[in-house]
């Protein structure tokens, strides 16, 4: 265990309960590696657990982008998702719940059977119930400058996931495009804007080889991957947190799903 876990693993509890928290330099002055931000995570989780909370899914990081390989290559750590914080398309989060944060449109998976140590890409794909559009809704916790290690034990910057409906999975995701829009006001339709629109070649891992990677990993930390969990594998296109409706659009026949951020 790292010499400044207790103290760190305190810190950052405090922060996921009040993100106005006054830290101090510990955030700052500690590197941890993968696994040290693992374990320190999955405390986090089970203080959640202890407090009443359900774990209602999982998050792979560091799958896109320019975030790919921060911690080593090849290195992709994972996150929770608690089930009181997996919302439906169309609901309405406060400016109060993200502090500094925004939404990522990534793909949800439904997983309707157990993932474990020997997952595949292939055995991923065929344990998948469903695909849904999804948007990560993310909260800036930490300082800019902390080690990549600490941002894994801040569970990745997650608050929570919203999803749309569900749809068979396709079998090849590989030319996947995801369009983000923005509406200052739901009001009137026309006044959506376009703020990008990213396409999975060259810019993601394979979702399903990101759902295998996931399982092994979480093995590794005494976890699997159960039915009726959701499962986000990567950001496309992303946005800081701006009061409006945000709608993702995902292509093959995947769909809609919105969020509005109110203030």
């Known amino acids: 265990m790292h010499k400044d876990a207790p103290k760190l693993l305190d810190t950052l509890w405090q922060l996921q309960k009040d993100p106005d928290f006054a830290a101090g330099d510990i955030l700052l002055t500690t590197e941890l590696s993968a696994d040290e931000g693992q374990a ?11 407090e009443g909370e359900t774990l ?3 998050k792979i990081g560091m799958t896109s982008g320019e975030s790919r390989d921060a911690l080593g290559a090849g290195i992709r750590p994972f996150g929770f998702v608690l089930a009181s914080r997996m919302l439906g398309t169309g609901a309405d989060i406060p400016r109060a719940h993200l ?6 449109n990534e793909l949800c998976f439904v997983i309707d059977s157990p993932l474990g140590e020997n997952a595949t890409a292939e055995s991923a794909r065929a344990a998948v119930r469903h695909a849904a559009p999804g948007f990560e809704i993310n909260q800036k916790r930490l300082p800019p400058g902390c080690n990549a290690g600490v941002r894994v034990a801040d569970n990745l910057s997650n608050w929570g996931i919203v999803a749309g409906t569900g749809v ?3 079998a090849n995701l590989s030319d996947l495009a995801v369009t983000l829009y923005r509406n200052p006001s739901d009001a009137d339709p026309r006044n959506e804007e376009t703020v990008g629109c990213v396409e999975s070649a060259g810019h993601i891992d394979d979702h399903y080889e990101s759902l295998a990677t996931l399982a092994r990993r979480l093995h590794d930390f005494g976890h699997a991957l159960q039915p009726d969990q959701w499962v986000i594998t990567g950001a496309y296109e992303k946005h800081p947190f701006e009061v409006g409706e945000f709608r993702g659009h995902f292509s093959q026949g995947i769909g809609d799903v919105r969020v509005t951020l109110s203030a």
């Open 168 to 170: 068979d999975a396709p």
């Open 40 to 50: 320190l995570q999955l405390q986090l989780l089970e203080r959640w657990l202890n």
């Open 99 to 104: 502090y500094r944060g925004g939404v990522e």
């Open 56 to 58: 209602g899914g999982w």
